[in-house]
């Protein structure tokens, strides 16, 4: 698409959306394979066919083919609707869309610290022009505190990267993992020195307080499509936390077993504390997205750091969950603004342009009730805009606070569940919290609610194009899905949740992954013998 040049915008499109779809279809197709193959399914690839640890190792394990799904599905949301307005902001939309989802799928499959760190460059890098595409001061502004945090956090990430390696001699996730009880007594505190501040650069990218002041203004400026697939970009450094702190500090690292573990768990409950606050004290439903993204994001941060694997599932649940929640209440955000500000003189019907029209009728019936103004009491018109807003921002605050019957309820059953049984005063502390924060949050999205569309009779209905709602009715149908079929997706994050506190299954996998052999001359097509 670079060789395109500033023109072809709708081959732009095109290649755009085929290669996108294409890449959640792969997705689903890793995620279907490690789930057929059982608890030792992993995909490990070579690209250069070097042996581990000297060369570059892609791995789907089950925890990885779930963040590729989420990142896919996230990816081709925010470009449906990209495609009815935002892809004109800009020249090189399609360009920047692409580098960010090579990034993210990057950052999930990659089994190496140094190809992470590129990954991430690669992803943040994207997202840098993506915050700004469309222009206008609050974007400019916002990206350079945006700017200014990642780079902050990518240094810190290089600094940690070249302690580890300093220390282990190997930048290998598994092979790290594997040298750490070789590690001598007096290198112990330089290895946890690097491994605190290649936390911390995660930690800053995963919005943990008080590493998280940039996030809400940076995501309310961004443009709609933009901020639904940053939605997952905070997920990228729960994820890294997630892969490195059961990989290589589980409850068999000796001297190093759990290091950190108290800092996730109070570092967690203050960012979901924080995220909860921030969304009863914010004004705009951007800037409450912002804030509901801080908050699961800090949910699962703190379930991570008790090591306990069912507790992990339920985070995972409610990690999936969330992010589908976030993105599609990041589209919203914008045809809600779009609602308030409609003209007075817009018609509410189609006008043969892709609008949805009214459903029902707006003339009253003889003998209907009307109020004291000589409105109809029953049967007033509700245009299908408005009443798919309504339905989609209902969704979205359920599952966002947790309430039933939707999926953010089955997640945090699940991690109460999990918390009732360790019995500890940290889990009875995120105990109360998430109850608390659930209530919190629906206290906010009703306010919300409530101004946008209860305080709405006199203005005319939105109007809305078909290509922007088909994105948002399909996340919202993703979330429905995780409800219906929730013992079977609960099912997976438990095999997950064990597979990752079993990390001898992952380092048996990749270090035993041999190259393939050079073919002899005689399997070569057209070489003699």
């Given at each position: 698409m670079l060789m395109f040049g500033e023109g072809r915008r709708g081959l732009k499109a095109v290649v755009n959306t085929l290669s996108t779809t294409t890449g959640l279809v792969l997705a689903v197709m890793l995620l279907l394979r490690v789930q057929a193959d059982g608890p030792a399914a992993f995909g490990v690839y070579l690209p250069g066919n070097w042996p581990v640890p000297y060369g570059i190792v892609l791995v789907a394990d089950r925890l990885s083919a779930l963040m590729a799904v989420l990142a896919g599905a996230v990816g081709l949301a925010g470009l449906l609707y990209a495609l009815a307005r935002w892809q004109h902001a800009g020249v090189y939309f399609h360009v920047l869309f692409q580098l960010q989802l090579m990034g993210l799928y990057g950052a999930f499959l990659t089994a190496d610290l140094f190809n992470l760190f590129v990954f991430f460059e690669v992803l943040l890098a994207a997202s840098y022009g993506l915050l700004l595409h469309g222009g206008g001061a609050a974007r400019v502004r916002a990206g350079l505190h945006y700017i200014a945090i990642n780079l902050v956090a990518s240094l810190l990430f290089l600094i940690g990267v070249a302690v580890l390696y300093g220390v282990t001699g190997t930048l290998n996730m598994a092979d790290i993992a594997q040298k750490l009880s070789m590690v001598p007594a007096s290198d112990r505190g330089l290895l946890h020195a690097g491994a605190a501040i290649l936390a911390i650069a995660f930690?800053?990218?995963?919005?943990?307080?008080?590493?998280?002041?940039?996030?809400?203004?940076?995501?309310?400026a961004a443009s709609a499509p933009a901020a639904a697939v940053f939605a997952i970009l905070?997920?990228?450094?729960?994820?890294?936390?997630?892969?490195?702190?059961?990989?290589c500090f589980p409850a068999s690292a000796g001297a190093s077993a759990g290091f950190g573990g108290d800092v996730l768990v109070w570092g967690g409950l203050a960012t979901l504390a924080f995220g909860t606050v921030g969304m009863l004290a914010s004004q705009q439903v951007a800037r409450l997205a912002g804030y509901s993204v801080i908050a699961s994001s800090g949910t699962v941060i703190a379930a991570i750091g008790f090591d306990a694997p069912q507790l992990s599932a339920g985070a995972l649940f409610y990690l999936a969950s969330s992010t589908l929640a976030g993105c599609a209440l990041f589209l919203l955000v914008e045809l809600l603004d779009r609602a308030r500000q409609v003209e007075e003189d817009r018609p509410d019907l189609d006008d043969g342009n892709g609008a949805l029209p009214a459903f029902l009728d707006a003339e009253p019936l003889p003998g209907t009730n009307l109020d004291d103004e000589e409105e109809v009491l029953i049967g007033r018109a509700i245009p299908a805009a408005l009443a798919f807003l309504g339905v989609g921002f209902t969704v979205c605050a359920l599952v966002v606070a947790g309430l039933p019957p939707l999926s953010g309820f089955v997640g945090k059953v699940a991690m109460l569940t999990a918390l009732l049984d360790l019995q500890t005063r940290p889990a009875w502390a995120l105990f109360g919290l998430l109850i608390a924060s659930g209530l919190l949050a629906a206290m906010a999205l009703m306010r919300a609610g409530i101004r946008h569309f209860w305080t709405t009779q006199d203005r005319p209905a939105p109007r809305l194009r078909v290509v922007e709602t088909l994105p948002i009715a399909g996340l919202l149908m993703a979330l429905l899905a995780m409800v219906w079929q929730a013992e079977a997706v609960l099912g997976y994050t438990r095999a997950t949740a064990e597979a990752l506190h079993s990390p001898n299954r992952y380092i048996d996998a990749v270090m035993d992954t041999l190259p393939v052999p050079n073919p002899t001359p005689a399997q070569v097509p057209g070489v003699l013998p």
């Amino acid at each position: 698409m670079l060789m395109f040049g500033e023109g072809r915008r709708g081959l732009k499109a095109v290649v755009n959306t085929l290669s996108t779809t294409t890449g959640l279809v792969l997705a689903v197709m890793l995620l279907l394979r490690v789930q057929a193959d059982g608890p030792a399914a992993f995909g490990v690839y070579l690209p250069g066919n070097w042996p581990v640890p000297y060369g570059i190792v892609l791995v789907a394990d089950r925890l990885s083919a779930l963040m590729a799904v989420l990142a896919g599905a996230v990816g081709l949301a925010g470009l449906l609707y990209a495609l009815a307005r935002w892809q004109h902001a800009g020249v090189y939309f399609h360009v920047l869309f692409q580098l960010q989802l090579m990034g993210l799928y990057g950052a999930f499959l990659t089994a190496d610290l140094f190809n992470l760190f590129v990954f991430f460059e690669v992803l943040l890098a994207a997202s840098y022009g993506l915050l700004l595409h469309g222009g206008g001061a609050a974007r400019v502004r916002a990206g350079l505190h945006y700017i200014a945090i990642n780079l902050v956090a990518s240094l810190l990430f290089l600094i940690g990267v070249a302690v580890l390696y300093g220390v282990t001699g190997t930048l290998n996730m598994a092979d790290i993992a594997q040298k750490l009880s070789m590690v001598p007594a007096s290198d112990r505190g330089l290895l946890h020195a690097g491994a605190a501040i290649l936390a911390i650069a995660f930690l800053a990218k995963a919005a943990l307080w008080p590493l998280n002041f940039w996030l809400p203004p940076a995501y309310a400026a961004a443009s709609a499509p933009a901020a639904a697939v940053f939605a997952i970009l905070t997920k990228v450094g729960v994820y890294a936390i997630l892969r490195l702190w059961t990989l290589c500090f589980p409850a068999s690292a000796g001297a190093s077993a759990g290091f950190g573990g108290d800092v996730l768990v109070w570092g967690g409950l203050a960012t979901l504390a924080f995220g909860t606050v921030g969304m009863l004290a914010s004004q705009q439903v951007a800037r409450l997205a912002g804030y509901s993204v801080i908050a699961s994001s800090g949910t699962v941060i703190a379930a991570i750091g008790f090591d306990a694997p069912q507790l992990s599932a339920g985070a995972l649940f409610y990690l999936a969950s969330s992010t589908l929640a976030g993105c599609a209440l990041f589209l919203l955000v914008e045809l809600l603004d779009r609602a308030r500000q409609v003209e007075e003189d817009r018609p509410d019907l189609d006008d043969g342009n892709g609008a949805l029209p009214a459903f029902l009728d707006a003339e009253p019936l003889p003998g209907t009730n009307l109020d004291d103004e000589e409105e109809v009491l029953i049967g007033r018109a509700i245009p299908a805009a408005l009443a798919f807003l309504g339905v989609g921002f209902t969704v979205c605050a359920l599952v966002v606070a947790g309430l039933p019957p939707l999926s953010g309820f089955v997640g945090k059953v699940a991690m109460l569940t999990a918390l009732l049984d360790l019995q500890t005063r940290p889990a009875w502390a995120l105990f109360g919290l998430l109850i608390a924060s659930g209530l919190l949050a629906a206290m906010a999205l009703m306010r919300a609610g409530i101004r946008h569309f209860w305080t709405t009779q006199d203005r005319p209905a939105p109007r809305l194009r078909v290509v922007e709602t088909l994105p948002i009715a399909g996340l919202l149908m993703a979330l429905l899905a995780m409800v219906w079929q929730a013992e079977a997706v609960l099912g997976y994050t438990r095999a997950t949740a064990e597979a990752l506190h079993s990390p001898n299954r992952y380092i048996d996998a990749v270090m035993d992954t041999l190259p393939v052999p050079n073919p002899t001359p005689a399997q070569v097509p057209g070489v003699l013998p």
